[in-house]
């Protein structure tokens, strides 16, 4: 009977057609949405690769919808977060006449706090120029309106702001019931209302966080669910490395360092010299920046735990650290109980202390103090240690202290209570066709895996082009080189060009070798290029202007939704293969290399396969799409592994001729203009 309904939802004459001017029906679209229910139903876990234009959204929301089971929507970005909840959910509940009831939920991090906003604006030197004075302002009146105290809701404050963080709450800051303002607390609200929501939209961030908090048996973040549907799939791996593991930065302690001066002075100034004790962790902090310095010089700014120059001395710098805040949590908690302000700087100052001790276990002898070596009093012996991997990263402003997972698979996977139904989807899950690699890295190797290609007629609207004449990419001449062949498609192309760069160094002389040409050729065409404006500004300018050249690096390969003719060349530099100064990815390569595995074949190409579909996926994104993808490292051609990438990526027409491209956009223009 379900099933029934939902072709009938998903029919030419069906509600959705009612809706959506101009629908029409995708069989991919219905089966996706029918494996979806059959998971639901089975309480089972489905692996959904769904091609551009599959209509994958509504896929997964009707059965939802339909099923009335508590439900979470776990999206890849803020972004993508508030167009389900504000354009998607509601336009689906209209069409269906379903009473679904709908809640928002991000982190802690993107909602105002009342305390912390009072604080700042009492605080005569907490303001740091003028644009930071009226943009307080403007919070202020938002604040006193507000339903939500979502700052996305307020755009005349970009969300970059540096002021944002000083009038929002972290989990270390927060007062929780001893707030004075706690039942006006936006945070709080959000989570009630997602207690009693039907569908909960989230962010994996906020997901990761609330299954590291799990780890700690904290379990009031998130509502549980028996269904969970994670959009964009693809970024989880990533994400959850990055929850599951810790940080400590140089900036973080320099801010606890002036939140115990400020509490101390304020709430308990005769108890000690508190400044002399703020001083003490500042100075021992910068002392270990110091003692970091040469990492600086080595490739990436990065460091293993292992690799750190001058150890003795980095070791000695952060045992005098961990020491320094010690005293200061001691001074802390004989007070802590006279203001809420000092309960939240012995918190801070405890959480920084304990994850910088974390970060030194195991020491450079293998002894881990913070693991029994031996059995308990029932004979049962200590868990086996979640592998990890720590690093060092250091550059001329900052010092961070990372730790991550080695493996997710674990950690991950076993939070999937039997009683829930799993979704991941996503248009980037495979290898041509092959899983095994995400099922992998999450541990999901039983979870159903199905895929459906694009509806979009790639084989007459788009073509892949990868020059024959360019050199490799390790050559000194390959950017001067690769601007070389994407001119001529940039003067032919009337629309806009993406140019995806796989490094930030590539990006500047690219961009650079580009304006060069535009001048020599007296073109006045606009060129935007990343680190020049915000994300959210440089695609605002890009649609608007049509025929604008953008060139960007990594955050532009996925997310980017430009159709028409505002995109028809796209043009990737090198294959996205990951740096070789990722810590986290060597620890992975070297694990695998030691057990007897091929860490390029079972790790390097498939993510690197992953990245070009989404790089190549930004082409085409409706019906009526058309354009160029091209691809400057021939390897992709010339290796034996080159067939794997090319053949996962959509069945664009192929050739290596220039001729052929520009004829092509010849073509595809003058049937444009002709429909005109």
């Known amino acids: 009977m379900f099933l029934q309904e939902l072709s009938d939802f998903f029919a030419e004459d069906g509600p959705i057609a009612r809706e959506v001017p101009g629908y029409r029906p995708r069989q991919a679209q219905l089966e996706l949405a029918q494996a979806i229910q059959d998971t639901l139903e089975k309480n089972g876990t489905l692996i959904a690769e769904a091609g551009t234009g599959t209509g994958k959204t509504w896929a997964y929301l009707a059965p939802a919808f339909l099923s009335g089971r508590k439900t979470l929507v776990s999206t890849g970005t803020r972004t993508l977060q508030d167009q389900l909840f504000q354009r998607d959910v ?46 307080l302002r403007r919070i202020q009146e938002f604040t006193a309106i507000t339903r939500t105290g979502d700052k996305s809701d307020l755009s005349s404050v970009p969300e970059e702001a540096d002021l944002w963080s000083r009038v929002t709450s972290t989990r270390e800051n927060c007062l929780g019931q001893d707030c004075p303002y706690v039942k006006d607390c936006f945070v709080m609200k959000a989570r009630r209302k997602a207690q009693e929501a039907d569908i909960v939209v989230v962010n994996h961030a906020l997901f990761m966080a609330d299954l590291a908090l799990r780890e700690e048996g904290i379990t009031d973040l998130l509502p549980t669910a028996e269904l969970v549907i994670f959009d964009e799939a693809h970024q989880l791996p990533d994400v959850a490395t990055r929850f599951l593991g810790t940080g400590v930065s140089f900036h973080q302690i320099l801010d606890l360092c002036r939140q115990i001066e400020a509490a101390g002075l304020a709430h308990a100034r005769e108890a000690t010299n508190w400044s002399q004790a703020a001083k003490a962790v500042e100075q021992a902090a910068r002392e270990l920046r110091l003692a970091a310095e040469p990492v600086t010089r080595l490739p990436g700014g990065k460091s293993t ?19 320094a805040l010690g005293a200061a949590c001691e001074r802390l908690g004989i007070v802590k109980d ?8 012995e918190k801070g100052a405890l959480d920084i202390r304990a994850k910088l001790y974390q970060w030194t276990q195991p020491d450079r002898m293998g002894n881990n103090a913070l693991r029994p070596q031996e059995p308990d009093e029932n004979g049962e012996k200590p868990p086996a240690p979640v592998l990890s991997v720590r690093w060092v990263e250091a550059g001329a402003q900052f010092m961070r202290l990372q730790s991550a997972p080695l493996s997710i698979a674990h950690l991950f996977s076993r939070f999937r209570s039997p009683e829930q139904a799993w979704v991941l989807t996503s248009a980037t899950l495979s290898v041509h066709g092959d899983f095994s690699h995400f099922q992998r890295q999450l541990g999901l190797r039983d979870a159903a895996a199905m895929r459906w290609e694009s509806p979009f007629d790639y084989a007459s609207h788009a073509m892949l082009y990868v020059p024959s004449t360019l050199p490799l990419p390790s050559s000194p001449q390959f950017n001067e080189r690769f601007v070389e062949v994407l001119w001529p498609l940039i003067r032919k192309a009337e629309g806009g060009v ?15 070798l580009l304006e060069e040409r535009l001048d020599a050729a007296g073109l006045d065409r606009l060129l935007l290029r990343q680190g020049e404006k915000s994300r959210r500004v440089l695609l605002d300018e890009f649609r608007k202007e049509g025929s604008a050249i953008l060139v960007g690096s990594a955050s532009f390969w996925e997310g980017i939704d430009v159709p028409g003719n505002a995109l028809t060349l796209v043009a990737i530099d090198k294959l996205p293969f990951a740096p070789p100064d990722d810590p986290v990815l060597e620890a992975r390569l070297n694990a695998c290399r030691s057990r007897g595995g091929n860490p390029f074949m079972e790790f390097q190409l498939p993510e690197a396969a992953i ?22 490292d021939t390897r992709i051609v010339d290796k034996p592994y080159g067939k794997l990438l090319w053949r996962g990526l959509p069945p664009f027409v192929r050739t290596r001729e220039e001729k052929r491209v520009l004829q092509f956009y010849e073509e595809r223009q003058a049937a444009g203009a002709v429909q005109a």
Request: glycine share 6%; hydrophobic share 45%; charged share 25%.
């Open 90 to 135: 509601p336009r689906l509940r209209k069409a269906m006449a379903l009473p679904v009831n709908a809640a928002l939920l991000k982190g802690r991090g993107n909602y105002v706090c009342h305390y912390h906003l009072e604080r700042v604006a009492a605080d005569g030197h907490a303001l740091r120029s003028r644009t930071e004075i009226a943009q």
């Open 305 to 323: 735990f292992q690799a750190i120059p001058e150890p003795e001395q980095f070791d000695r710098a952060l045992d005098e650290l961990i020491e």
């Open 338 to 345: 006279h203001h809420p302000d000092l309960q939240a700087a």
């Open 498 to 512: 993406l140019v995806l760069c796989t490094t930030l160094r590539a990006v500047d002389r690219i961009a650079d």
């Open 611 to 632: 990245a070009l579909k989404q790089g190549a996926g930004r082409l085409i994104r409706s019906e009526n799409d058309w354009g160029v993808l091209l691809v400057g």
